[in-house]
C-alpha cells in the first residue's frame, strides 16, 4: 500500500499543470499488506494522522493497493475538512458590509423594494429617473435603524421579506423577533434542511430559493403580527423597535454549531406631518421665479439622504431631496427637518392661467405618505410642460437590473 496525502493542489508556473505533493505533516497509519481471498469482502482500518498540520483546511488523498503480480492496483480516495466546519460564520454579512460574500443580507416590502434606504417613490427616483444606482447597488444602501415597514393594510409596504444567503446547507433555520425589551413575540418560520446560496443566472439565489423553500418560498416573510400571551390570539404589533433574529443550526458539530444574527426593525404607521408651507411664484417677471419652503416631521422611522420631497403642480410630479442645497434635516436621527428650494423651470411651466393645484408629499422609511395641498390663482404661464416624475402611476421595475425578479 502507499498513500499520498494532497490539498492544495501545487500548480506548475512553468507549464500551467496541477500535480500532487505530499502534505509535509500528514501520515496515513495502517496495514502495509493486507491478504484477500477471492469472493472475500474486508474492512482494513486506516487512520488519518493530521496532528502536525494547523485546523480549517480541506485534506484530500488516495490510498493505491498493488496486486502482488505487480499489476492491478485499487485506488481510494478520500476528502475530508480537517477543523471545526461550524468556525465559519455561515450567514452572510448585511449588504452595506463590505465583507458581504454573496452581496450582503438585506430586506425588501411585498413589492420589492429594498427596506432601509427610502421609501418606494424615492426609490424610482433613485434608481429609475435619476439612473444614480441599479436595484443591486441601490440595496447596499441599507441603513441600520432605518429598516421599516407599515403592517396597516394599506397595500404599501404592509411585509417585511429577508433576501439572506447562507454559506453552508443547514439543519435549521428559525425566524423570531423580539420586542424592544427583549421578549420573543412570535416565531415566523422554523424551516428545515436549507440549501447552501449558490451562484446561477447572473445572481446569487437566497435561501428563499432553495428547494426545501419550494412550497412557500415567503416562509420568512414578517407580516407584522405579534403573539399575545394575554388573550392568546394574534395582533398587528404596536409601532416601535423590533429585532428579526435568524437562529441557523448546522448540520456539522461545533462549538458554533448554532449560529443567529440579528436585524433591527422599525414598524412605524404613523404619517409624517407637513407645516409651515410657503409657496411664492413670480411668473410675470422676465425671469420667471417660484419658492417652495416648509417643515416636516415623522415619529418612528423618519428619513434618510435619499427621502425625496414630491412637489405636485396640477398632476405633474417632481423630486426633490430632503437633504440638499437649502434643504436640511434637524436632528441627527432625521425625523425631521425643513425643505427649502427653488422652483425649476420645468415646475414653472407647470403652472396654469386657471386654479392651480399644488400638493406637497414626504414619506418615512415605512412607506406612510404625509401631504399638503394648497390651491394657487391662476398665472402667466410658460407654454412648455414636462412631466418629470409620474409617482402616482407608479413607475415598472428596471427589467435588466439584477434585482429584478420576473416572477414576482
Ligand atoms: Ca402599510
Ligand atoms: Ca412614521
Same mark, same amino acid.
Given at each position: ?10 500548480? $506548475? ?6 500535480? +500532487? ?39 484530500? &488523498? ?7 503480480? &505487480? ?28 465583507? %458581504? ?8 416590502? +411585498? ?25 443591486? @447597488? ?15 393594510? $394599506? ?11 447562507? /454559506? ?5 433555520? /428559525? ?65 416601535? @423597535? ?13 462549538? /458554533? ?70 434643504? /436640511? ?17 420645468? +415646475? ?7 386654479? %392651480? ?26 407654454? @412648455? ?14 427589467? $435588466? ?6 416572477? %414576482?
Amino acid at each position: 500500500m502507499t498513500s499520498v496525502v494532497v490539498l492544495p493542489k501545487k500548480r $506548475d508556473d512553468f507549464t500551467g499543470y496541477y500535480y +500532487e505533493e505530499q502534505l509535509p505533516g500528514a501520515r496515513v497509519n495502517g496495514a502495509n499488506k493486507v491478504v484477500v481471498k477471492a469472493g472475500q469482502t474486508l474492512t482494513v482500518p486506516y487512520t488519518l494522522d493530521l496532528t502536525e498540520l494547523t485546523p480549517g483546511q480541506l485534506i484530500e &488523498g488516495w490510498l493505491r493497493f498493488t496486486g502482488d503480480n &505487480g499489476q492491478s492496483t485499487l485506488v481510494v480516495p478520500f476528502l475530508g475538512y480537517f477543523g471545526d466546519m461550524t468556525s465559519e460564520d455561515v450567514l452572510d454579512k448585511k449588504a452595506n458590509d463590505v465583507t %458581504n460574500v454573496y452581496g450582503g443580507n438585506y430586506f425588501v416590502n +411585498e413589492h420589492n423594494y429594498p427596506r432601509g434606504i427610502a421609501d418606494e417613490e424615492s426609490l424610482k427616483k433613485l434608481v429609475n429617473l435619476d439612473g444614480d444606482y441599479n436595484w443591486q @447597488q441601490v440595496a447596499k444602501l441599507y441603513q441600520d435603524g432605518k429598516v421599516a415597514f407599515s403592517p396597516n393594510n $394599506d397595500k404599501k409596504s404592509d411585509l417585511l421579506k429577508p433576501v439572506a444567503f447562507v /454559506k453552508q446547507n443547514l439543519q435549521d433555520l /428559525k425566524v423570531v423577533v423580539f420586542d424592544q425589551n427583549g421578549k420573543v413575540v412570535r416565531v415566523v418560520a422554523d424551516e428545515k434542511g436549507l440549501d447552501k446560496s449558490f451562484y446561477q443566472s447572473g445572481r446569487n439565489q437566497d435561501v428563499s430559493l432553495s428547494v426545501s423553500m419550494r412550497n412557500d418560498p415567503n416562509t420568512f416573510d414578517w407580516d407584522g403580527m405579534v403573539y399575545n400571551d394575554k388573550t392568546g390570539k394574534f395582533e398587528v404589533a404596536s409601532d416601535g @423597535q423590533y429585532t428579526y433574529r435568524f437562529v441557523a443550526t448546522l448540520y456539522n458539530d461545533g462549538q /458554533k454549531k448554532v449560529q443567529t444574527a440579528d436585524y433591527p426593525v422599525i414598524i412605524d404607521t404613523t404619517a409624517p406631518t407637513i407645516s409651515n408651507y410657503k409657496l411664492t411664484l413670480d411668473t410675470a417677471a422676465d425671469k420667471p421665479s417660484g419658492h417652495l419652503s416648509f417643515d416636516f416631521s415623522d415619529t418612528g422611522a423618519g428619513f434618510t439622504d435619499y427621502s425625496y420631497a414630491v412637489v405636485q403642480i396640477n398632476g405633474k410630479l417632481f423630486g426633490h431631496k430632503l437633504n440638499e442645497g437649502a434643504s /436640511k434635516f434637524n436632528d441627527e436621527a432625521k425625523l425631521s427637518g425643513t425643505a427649502n428650494f427653488e422652483l425649476s423651470p420645468e +415646475e414653472l411651466a407647470a403652472f396654469t392661467a386657471a386654479q %392651480n393645484q399644488v400638493t406637497v408629499m414626504v414619506a418615512d422609511t415605512a412607506d406612510n405618505v404625509g401631504l399638503f395641498t394648497s390651491e394657487v390663482a391662476g398665472v402667466a404661464s410658460a407654454s @412648455q410642460t414636462v412631466n418629470v416624475w409620474n409617482a402616482v402611476d407608479g413607475l415598472g421595475f428596471d427589467k $435588466d437590473s439584477n434585482f429584478y425578479d420576473a416572477k %414576482n
